[in-house]
């Protein structure tokens, strides 16, 4: 039996934030946080709001990788207000945290950490939850994740529900034309790894497919576009929804190795997941490949690869993803990233440690041992072909 | 903007129905026909709600092409019970007539002609709807949108909104089973025509593009399969969720469109099941259309595993695909094969074209055609010629 959580309603395309003067509700928490309340997004959103008859009040104070005194905070915030709807606004860490928020004002006897999938949460008695990213990349708009950091025991809580996933997610592509060229690429690329590991992970079903495929055409087809030019609206467009359809496939199917191997250099090289993802994904897939050979070859098709046989139609897709990562001047491999030999040998086992201890890989296809784990890390920071 | 709207929760796969189990509430109304509870769908149903802790009651008059009238009987049966939930257990009909009489028993001040996207309705304010198909084809457990008979003015009502989508699907290959192969061909090929439908109209957006295509690649492998072994189980699985699929990309992108135009006015007037009639058009659609949208086309061909150096070879190869998937299922590519004789088909053209003419379905489709065009692609579908005009 599988179970697919998809948000009753996803707006697309140009001016899709319109659709929030359709709202009906009485008063609204947007939960975001300070970089976005300075742009003008907040005001938009809080404009259709009022249009719609609502009324609005905003909590700014989410910072990157939200701690759970925040969320304590933010809940407190929304109990005296008491919003029948949450707007998480913003990247993952904002709807994140309006996840979660929302988690401990309907539940006042919760703590974030007690969140987990076969706990019956029992939401939508006082509120529901609307996400709008403002980045192309995370797919927490649809995921039913949340990753709070418990900055006492220094660690990062990932729990989970299928009752958090949005009432309605909305994505216009006009709140993502101010992104940076650099944050463009590495998100991307994040989009990238997610659909392509969903598309190979063990867990895959229809739905995941249907959506990992198109994303994955939509960033090959216009991640370059949206890079070069920021205001490439249409380019904009597909890149975001790519990260939502990338979102929904892997929220359905987990993680694969690609973020176990980028996880651990992020965590103990200081680096942001988005800038990582990308240069370890082609290494993943060479390893993976002789495990799922025909789902990678799958993959080399629909994005137009001509080749004889799977093994071509792999290494060919391996190229694609290089050329791709060249194209929007990612490095190609850790040791590019300026990272010296000596600092990152002597990270190794810590680095191979910390991969192996990746619960969310288990369904990849292929699962390396510590040493493969040692290799691997290796082969990424010389930035050669995978042979074993 | 638009909108992609689905089901919260889908479940599929083996042992999909075991998910009742888990649903909570007090009263189930299971909304189904005589047939379906006679195959005992309707007890394992029921057995399942009552071991959530539901009480359950059923409601099993739904005719084929539910009339007003059982609509209204529906919700006059749900008023004296209250059900908290509803249970759309069956075919196209079964569902579609949950869907009816559950907003009946929500706005009790409405009648049904009155349903439509723009009126807001404000449903679940006392119940939800989880619908559950026994055959594979016709996704009214991923639409949002019923079709209902007048019987007094003699029309069908196509009625519905967003917000009477299925809070909860379940597609269990199970059920789909017993479907006879006639069946699983007609309901089959309904569904690649709804998806290919949906990845060539002007609305199609990225998410319906999605479901659609892998809904097309579904069917030409594995309907010949479900088709000829009964038992296939992957063949059956696989299908059961293309037709979801197919659904939630038509319903997201398109009205409806040419190939359900035409087969709906042919089907009506010569009194022939809907899947049949709506297949036999779409490689004479393909042929019209791909005039304008030769490159969507390709692209679906392309996804199939055609290689063409060109569109055009691409687009040609995929309506030779096409026949020769409704050959392999012993399904007509031409109305003359379906035992139409000429005369009586040139009788009735002009009504044919009358009637899609009327019909709101084809504002969507890439080319609008006049009259005579029309005309002229009954004539063709009749004999079976490529469209050169």
């Not at chain 2, 949906?198 to 594995?222: G, H, L, M, P, T």
Request: glycine content about 6%; some cysteine; charged content about 25%.
């Amino acid at each position: 039996m599988w179970e697919l959580t998809f948000p009753r309603t996803v707006v697309i395309g140009e001016n899709a934030l319109e659709y929030l003067k359709t709202v009906e509700g009485k008063r609204a928490l947007i939960v975001t946080d300070k970089v976005i309340h300075k742009l003008d997004f907040v005001e938009k959103v809080a404009n259709y709001l009022k249009e719609a008859g609502l009324e609005v009040k905003v909590f700014d104070e989410v910072e990157p990788e939200p701690a759970i005194e925040t969320i304590v905070k933010g809940a407190e915030f929304a109990r005296k207000y008491g919003p029948d709807w949450f707007i998480g606004l913003g990247g993952g860490s904002c709807m994140d945290a309006a996840k979660a928020i929302w988690v401990l004002y309907e539940r006042p006897d919760m703590e974030v950490a007690a969140i987990n999938p076969l706990e019956k949460l029992g939401l939508r008695k006082k509120a529901r939850l609307i996400c709008i990213p403002t980045t192309s990349g995370t797919g927490a708009d649809v995921t039913w994740a949340i990753v709070i950091t418990d900055k006492k025991e220094h660690r990062k809580l990932e729990n989970a529900s299928r009752e958090i996933v949005a009432d309605i997610v909305i994505l216009d592509p006009e709140l993502t034309l101010n992104l940076p060229p650099r944050l463009t690429a590495g998100t991307g690329l994040d989009v990238l790894a997610h659909a392509v590991e969903a598309y190979v992970s063990q867990y895959r079903n229809d739905f995941s497919d249907a959506m990992a495929i198109k994303a994955i055409q939509n960033i090959f087809d216009y991640l370059p576009r949206a890079y070069k030019d920021g205001n490439d609206k249409e380019a904009r467009e597909k890149v975001h929804n790519a990260a939502t359809m990338a979102g929904l496939a892997f929220s359905n199917s987990m993680h694969g190795l690609g973020h176990s191997l980028g996880h651990p250099i992020g965590a103990l090289f200081s680096i942001p997941h988005s800038e990582i993802i990308g240069v370890v994904l082609p290494y993943t897939i060479e390893y993976n490949a002789m495990n799922a050979e025909d789902r990678y070859a799958e993959i080399a098709r629909a994005i137009g690869i001509e080749a004889e046989t799977s093994k071509e139609a792999i290494q060919n897709l391996v190229k694609a993803i290089r050329d791709l990562i060249r194209k929007i001047d990612v490095p190609a491999s850790v040791r590019e990233m300026g990272i010296s030999w000596e600092e990152y040998q002597q990270k190794l086992d810590d680095l191979v440690e910390q991969g192996s201890s990746y619960i969310t890989s288990f369904t990849s296809p292929r699962l390396p041992s510590s040493e493969e784990y040692r290799k691997l890390f290796v082969y990424a920071y010389e930035g050669k072909k995978v042979d074993f | 903007m638009s909108e992609f709207t689905a089901p919260r929760t889908i479940i599929f796969g083996e042992g999909a129905l075991e998910y009742l189990k888990e649903v909570e509430g007090k009263l189930a109304l299971i909304v189904t026909d005589k047939v379906v509870n006679k195959l005992g769908f309707v007890d394992r149903v029921a057995k399942y709600l009552k071991e959530a802790g539901m009480k359950v009651e059923v409601f099993d008059e739904v005719e084929p092409e539910p009339s007003i009238e059982t609509i209204m009987k529906g919700a006059e049966f749900a008023r004296k019970y209250g059900p908290d939930w509803f249970v759309g257990l069956g075919g196209g009909s079964c569902m579609d007539a949950a869907r009816a009489i559950w907003i009946l028993y929500e706005c009790p001040d409405m009648e049904v002609a009155e349903i439509n996207p723009l009126v807001k309705l404000g449903l679940r304010k006392k119940a939800r709807l989880i619908c559950i198909p026994t055959t594979s084809g016709t996704g009214s457990e991923a639409s949002w949108g019923s079709v209902i008979t007048d019987a007094k003015e003699k029309r069908k009502l196509e009625v519905g909104s967003k917000e009477a989508v299925a809070d909860i699907a379940i597609l269990d290959p199970a059920l789909p089973k017993l479907m006879p192969p006639k069946l699983v061909a007609d309901t089959g090929l309904d569904a690649l025509t709804h998806a290919i439908e949906a990845y060539v109209n002007r609305w199609a957006n990225d998410f319906s593009d999605a479901v659609a295509i892998k809904a097309i690649q579904i069917v030409f492998e594995y309907l010949p399969r479900a088709y000829i072994n009964r038992e296939d189980q992957e063949a059956k699985d696989k299908m059961h969720n293309a037709a979801t699929m197919a659904t939630l990309a038509v319903v997201n992108s398109a009205v409806c469109s040419m190939p359900h135009a035409m087969g709906h006015s042919f089907g009506a007037l010569f009194h022939i099941p809907h899947g049949r009639t709506v297949s036999v058009f779409l490689p004479y659609v393909i042929q019209y259309s791909a005039k304008e949208a030769m490159e969507r086309y390709a692209e679906i061909a392309r996804a199939i595993g055609i290689e063409a150096k060109t569109d055009e070879e691409a687009v040609e190869k995929l309506v030779e695909a096409a026949k020769r998937l409704m050959e392999e299922v012993g399904e007509p590519t031409a109305i003359k094969d379906m035992g139409i004789s000429w005369e009586d088909y040139e009788k009735n053209l002009d009504g044919l074209v009358d009637r899609v003419m009327k019909s709101m379905c084809t504002i969507t489709n890439p080319p609008v055609l006049d009259m005579e065009e029309y005309k002229k692609l009954f004539i063709y579908a009749y004999e079976g010629k490529k469209v050169d005009f």
